[in-house]
Structure formats: structure tokens, C-alpha cells
């Protein structure tokens, strides 16, 4: 279910952490920066927080796969403006008011990465962040509500743990995000079912301890692809997600 | 179609805004319509602002032992104003920048730690907390309407923000601010006034009595721009037709419109446009807070509903600041306007990004 794209992402090679179909960044003579500015087609890639640099490859992946018109855009993690909002503030302080770069300025609102997302996938019902430990969640409940009360056809939600900041990044931390397409229409391609209390089955628990555990049950049930009857349940299409070693 | 929702009503608001301490107070302050503009040398921020902003008078900007800052006091306060103990309450809050300054206040000078607003504001229930910039708090709302369908409530909505170096300063780089006071839906208005504040609604299903509810809430994306919505005003037009269809309304139901109106040439211009389409013919009496008290952010659009809910209860209209040629010939609030209560009122908020909400409220 990992669809790895075409000349954009040739800077793309097998991983190599032995876990199969995760695709990484190669690390080139380039910087890091230059290779995901390289890999995404996202407009002032350079302006943007990570976050939104790798999702627009995500979203690229599972937006052909979106058949109806009436879009939703979620993302869910922590802090993913936070490191361009810190280095706005810096800017400001040493070269004052007058010599700050606009384009910045949107990214670093914490619904910066759903709006710039949303505009790739086409998202006219809403783009929104959802935040806090249990994000993850509660993006998933929101996607199900807007489907089930038939605000929207599909939901694009992408989740980040990309807590860097896109011109600092940390290189002992690991970058990393999954995209998940839910629609109110089972799709084509094999897909996992959502079931009314996938809640609960993310690890069994009913109450979220992490993003970042959440984001590892989730890459798991993406992982397990079923071929399911059609049926009115919201299904995921599937996950795109990669990791970014420095 | 979407499923049309459940009726909701609200059954109480805190507000603390540039007006007042109180919804109270905010709500005698917007109907004086007196301007809250303060110059940009007397905020007091972590990095001298760059533009005039209106605050919330004595506000307390230190970070305490909690690692609670001024938007997370902002928060609190407003929710300390619903009166009764929250029982069983469904907590849902909304920030943009949240308490920013102070988190660069420590990354710049080491001074006080700052938490994380989702994790410092109210540690004692579990909250749902989403960002959509100036949407925020109209989201907020939107879901809680979707939620009705299965849940019993009640609702705690709550949107805020502290002003922030960042926010004033990105402002003004993208070309927002100006220099005067902000002059809503008038062709010569040079800008918004960034402000802070936050608003608190309680919800409840199945009110019976004399309350004002929410008839329908749609929302609707632009989808483009990251900063500049869509200068046809087309998705925030089908956004509110959605919320008309969804109320059983037609245009002449609505007897006012509490509009975004933020006061930059880029805003109005869609915002008049979209208004001008869906109402051709009527004269819904439109009214902007932002001439008033500034932009507050994240809670706008909840400022918006509350006014809305005033509005509905006692006929008066907080004007709408401002000279000169109206745009798209909207027939502004001009001083303090009457309509009949218990009509139909519209609220509507816009965001960076392009998110549009609409509400109508009776």
C-alpha cells in the first residue's frame, strides 16, 4: 500500500532499517533541505514547515484514489509549525519588521500544514489541524462524523511527527509522516475497512498515550490489507508514509 | 447533501476581549462601538511590535508555575464566566498562535518555560483541540452540530489568543495592518487591527423555552491561496447558500449579518462580494466587530455567534465603524441599529487558507 512516485522522487531509494516498502530520502551531497525541497512540488517548499513538504508527496500519492468532490483535509500532530514559527520570531528580532519574508508568516499557524495540504488535494469543505495527545483520534472521529453525516465524500488525513523545523533540522531525529485516504465509497484498490470502533483498536486502548504510538498502530493497520465487500463503511485506501534519516 | 443537524442552543457565553473582563462588558463595549486601538510601543510583547493592536486591559503576560501563559489565562477566564459547575461537559477549544510570545520570550532569552497551550490550559478534563486559523471557534461549533447527531451534550466551546510578536509583525509583513483603525467594508479601509481575546459558548440539545439556537452551521474551503481568499467570494457564496438550505431560510429571512469583515481591501472585497450575490434584492443590515475590537483570532467566529445570539435576543445591532463608500452596497450598521428580536441572524468567519464557516442563528 506504499506508492512510491515517479521522477520527482528519484531521490527515492529502498530503505535500508529492513523494514520492507518504506521508501527514504537518500542522503545526497546536497543538504537535506534541498532534497525534500527537491522530492515535493509543493510552491516555497523552503517557507513551509516539514510537515507540509512531505505531505504534499503523501497526498500526491493517495489523491488520485479520491473519486468524489466533496473534500476534507485533517492533519494531525504536534508542533509541526512550531520550530518556523520560532524561527520567524528570531528573524524579527535580528533584522526587525521590515526585512521579514511574508511567505513565512502563514506557516507558522499550526493549521498551516492542513490548509497547504488541502489546497493540493482540492479540500472545498475544510482544511484543519487537530491537536493535543490524542490527536490522532480524534482527526480519525472527525474524518468518520464528516462522513457519516454526509459533509464529504472523501477525507484526506495526514499525520506528522515532524517536529523539526524545515531549515533546522535535527539530525538525530527521525522525520516521519503517513497519509490515509477515507471515503464514503469502498475503493478499488485492496483497502482496510474501518470498523465503528477503530478507536479502541488502535492498540486496544481507549485513550491515546502518544502521537507517536498512535502513528505506529496506524502505520500497522495500513499495513494489513483486506479485500473487503463493498459496503457504506468508510474505508482507508491506504498509507503513504517514509522515513528521513539525517 | 449533509444531514441536517441537530438543534442546538446556546445557554451561556463568556467573553474577554479588548472591551471588557466580561461577555457583559464586551457586549456594552461593541454596542458603543468605541475603538480599542492602542500604539504599538505599549504592547508589551517579546519583541517590540511592529503595528497598533487593541488588548485586553491588565492581562496578566507572565508565565506562572503551571507553565500557563496569557492565551491560556485568556481560555480559562472566558470559561470561568459559564455559570455552573461543567458536568459532563464536552470540552472543545480552538487557538492560532496560542501563547507564542511567551514560548519565544524563552527560546530568545531563556525566561520562564512556556507549555504547550493544549497541554497547560486545562489539564483537568480531556479537551479536542483543532486549529483552522480564524475559523477556529466556527469549527468548533461545526462539529458540535455534527456530534448532536449521536451525543447528548452538553458542549464547552472555547477559542482564544494572546497577542504575539509573531502574529503582529506577520501581519504587517504580509500587508494586512494599516494605519489607521480598521474601517470594515468601506472601500478606503487601510486594514485590521490585530487584537486578542477569547469566547466561551455552552451548548445544549433539545432547549426548550426562550433561547436562541443554532438553526445551521456549513462550512466551505477556498482550497487556494495560503493567505488571500478567493476575490469572487465563490465558496463563502455556496457557504452560506448551504446554510440558508440547511435553516429552511431564504435570503429575506435574515434580518442582520454579523460578517468577518477584518477591514483589509483583500477580505471585504470577497466577503462583500459573496453577501452581495446571496442577498441581491434584500437588505440584511451587515455589521463587522473588528472596527470595534480588532481582529481576536481564533475566537472571531465565535464572537460573531455570540453577537449573533444578542442580536436575536434584544434587536440591537453593534455598528459597524467606519466612513466613506460602502463596498458592493451593503447596507451597513450605522450606529447602533434595531431589528426585530427573534429574527433569523447570519455570523459568518473566513480564515487564512481560505476555511469559510456560516451560522445561522434563531
Known amino acids: 500500500m506504499y506508492a512510491i512516485l515517479n521522477d520527482p522522487l528519484e531521490l527515492l531509494e529502498p530503505n535500508t532499517l529492513g523494514v520492507e516498502g518504506l521508501p527514504r530520502l537518500r542522503r545526497a551531497s546536497a543538504e537535506l533541505l534541498s532534497a525534500i525541497s527537491e522530492a515535493t512540488r509543493l510552491r516555497h517548499a523552503r517557507y513551509c514547515g516539514v510537515a507540509s513538504a512531505i505531505g504534499e508527496i503523501a497526498v500526491r500519492a493517495l489523491a488520485p484514489l479520491a473519486r468524489g468532490t466533496g473534500r476534507a483535509m485533517l492533519t494531525a500532530g504536534i508542533d509541526p509549525h512550531q520550530a518556523v514559527a520560532e524561527n520567524f520570531g528570531m528573524r524579527l528580532r535580528e533584522a526587525g519588521p521590515r526585512r521579514l519574508n511574508p511567505i513565512m508568516f502563514p506557516h507558522t499557524l499550526p493549521s498551516a500544514a492542513a490548509v497547504t495540504l488541502g489546497a493540493q488535494f482540492e479540500a472545498h469543505t475544510c482544511a484543519i489541524a487537530l491537536d493535543g495527545r490524542a490527536a490522532v483520534q480524534d482527526a480519525l472521529s472527525l474524518a468518520q462524523l464528516l462522513l457519516a453525516t454526509n459533509q464529504v465524500t472523501d477525507v484526506l488525513l495526514f499525520v506528522c511527527i515532524a517536529m523539526a523545523g524545515f531549515e533546522r533540522p535535527d539530525p538525530s531525529r527521525e522525520l516521519s509522516g503517513i497519509g490515509v485516504l477515507l471515503g464514503a465509497q469502498p475503493f478499488a484498490v485492496n483497502c482496510l475497512r474501518v470498523v465503528p470502533d477503530f478507536e479502541t483498536s488502535l492498540s486496544g486502548r481507549t485513550q491515546s498515550s502518544s502521537i507517536e504510538e498512535d502513528l505506529r498502530v496506524l502505520t500497522m493497520l495500513a499495513n494489513r490489507t483486506k479485500s473487503e465487500p463493498p459496503e457504506a463503511n468508510p474505508a482507508i485506501a491506504g498509507g503513504h508514509r517514509f522515513y528521513v534519516n539525517c | ?321 467606519g466612513e466613506g463608500p460602502i463596498l458592493s452596497g451593503l447596507k451597513l450598521a450605522d450606529g447602533e441599529t434595531m431589528v426585530a428580536p427573534a429574527g433569523k441572524i447570519l455570523a459568518l468567519a473566513s480564515g487564512f487558507g481560505g476555511n469559510n464557516v456560516a451560522v445561522v442563528v434563531g
Open chain 2, 1 to 321: 447533501m449533509p444531514d441536517r443537524p441537530h438543534k442546538l442552543s446556546i445557554t451561556a457565553i463568556g467573553a474577554i476581549s479588548p472591551a471588557g473582563s466580561t461577555w457583559a462588558e464586551t457586549w456594552a463595549g461593541l454596542l458603543a462601538g468605541d475603538v480599542r486601538s492602542v500604539a504599538a510601543d505599549r504592547v508589551p510583547l517579546a519583541v517590540p511590535a511592529a503595528a497598533p493592536a487593541a488588548m485586553v486591559a491588565n492581562l496578566d503576560r507572565t508565565t506562572d508555575q503551571y507553565g500557563r501563559g496569557p492565551a491560556a489565562r485568556l481560555l480559562r477566564g472566558a470559561v470561568l464566566q459559564i455559570s455552573g459547575a461543567l458536568d459532563g461537559h464536552r470540552v472543545l477549544a480552538a487557538t492560532n498562535h496560542g501563547d507564542a510570545d511567551n514560548q519565544l520570550a524563552f527560546a530568545l532569552n531563556g525566561e520562564s518555560p512556556c507549555g504547550r497551550i493544549q497541554d497547560v490550559a486545562f489539564p483537568e478534563f480531556g479537551t479536542i483541540w483543532l486549529a483552522s486559523a480564524c475559523t477556529g471557534g466556527l469549527h468548533l461549533l461545526w462539529l458540535a452540530s455534527m456530534e448532536a447527531k449521536d451525543r447528548h451534550g452538553p458542549w464547552l466551546l472555547v477559542a482564544g489568543d494572546a497577542l504575539s510578536a509573531i502574529g503582529i509583525a506577520g501581519f504587517q509583513a504580509a500587508g494586512a495592518t494599516g494605519p489607521r483603525t480598521p474601517q470594515p467594508f468601506r472601500e478606503t479601509s487601510g486594514g485590521m487591527l490585530v487584537a486578542e481575546g477569547a469566547v466561551a459558548l455552552e451548548l445544549r440539545k433539545d432547549c426548550t423555552g426562550d433561547v436562541p439556537s443554532l438553526l445551521a452551521v456549513s462550512a466551505s474551503c477556498d482550497a487556494g491561496h495560503a493567505t488571500h481568499p478567493d476575490p469572487s467570494g465563490l465558496w463563502l457564496e455556496r457557504c452560506i447558500r448551504n446554510a440558508l438550505r440547511d435553516a429552511s431560510c431564504k435570503p429575506n429571512d435574515i434580518l442582520a449579518i454579523v460578517a468577518h469583515g477584518t477591514g483589509t481591501q483583500l477580505n471585504d472585497t470577497a466577503e462583500a462580494r459573496a453577501i452581495a450575490a446571496v442577498f441581491s434584492g434584500e437588505d440584511p443590515v451587515v455589521t463587522s466587530l473588528k472596527g470595534t475590537i480588532g481582529h481576536i483570532m481564533s475566537a472571531a467566529g465565535l464572537l460573531n455567534v455570540a453577537v449573533a445570539a444578542e442580536i436575536w435576543r434584544t434587536g440591537r445591532i453593534p455598528p459597524c465603524v
